[in-house]
DNA sequence: CTGACTTTGACCTTTCCTGACCTTCGTCGG
DNA sequence: CCGACGAAGGTCAGGAAAGGTCAAAGTCAG
């Protein structure tokens, strides 16, 4: 059921809970050796799952000796954690953005996954009634309600 | 007489029982080959039987490895009152309406004086950004999607 | 007979996976 | 010094594998 590129996901994120610093090296092919697949498998799962908005900062360098490096990007203290994630919301936000959004949340535990899939329908459901400019900033005031009442606990 | 439809409607419906966490996770080609149907008549089925009105979410995600996610929301309790405030929003409610909802969901404590407040601010934003008939089908979208997030325990 | 609900099928979009080919970097022999 | 070579990683396009959409045709109760 889960496609490799899931299983792959899973594999680099329990290798980043484990290390410390938020930071894992890798190689490549090593990876890709592990999975039986081609390597260029492992840029996928980097380019859709591991991208800034959804948290994470890759860089590599290639030639002999060369490596992959990933890094969780963590928020600061919960305290300001509603007012960063407000900000960067900013007045509109694309229909990826704000489900990378979503994903962050679930994976700090900031909200539960039913919670995700809820507010991810919400916001598809919202998508596809509005069209451009008007869905990037309803969105952005949407999320923003949402957020700002859920974290509003009781 | 039962349809095809109202058949599969059974079905995942047990599965849903069956399941923990009310959430289920399907392959559209596979339900329809089991009734011998068309793919497209499950979205059928998902279409006019699993509505956030009838209380349930719907997720999916295409490509290779998709799959189609049914969530059943619990609705808190008492049983039956939130889902009915739901279908009591409609497709579209205007701004009287929805604060006057507001209003009765404060005063019986479902939410907080202060998401009371970020709710009829939000409200009132959308309202300003937006005309009709947009105005009207957002603000039940946002509110439904509030109800929904905010009543799932957990 | 008519309107609402079902069912189907043709066509579309998204996501995944692979393989051929490209770029960068270290190193080793001349 | 320096240029060829090998060892990484990067890019991109194409095909396959899902699920989505929509409108036309079918069915059935009233």
Redesign the pocket.
Known sequence: MA????NIERYLKSLLDQAREGMIE????EIAQEFD????????VLA?RFTPEQGYVVE?????????RILRLSWGSPPGLLQQICCSIGNEIGQEDAEALLGRLAEIGAISSRQEAMLRASLRMES?MLDPPWDGIIRASLLKAMLMVLFEEN
């Open positions: 496609s490799l590129a899931d890798i190689r490549r092919a697949c081609v390597p260029s498998q492992i840029n996928y859709t590599s360098r290639r030639g002999g000796g060369g490596y992959i596809r």
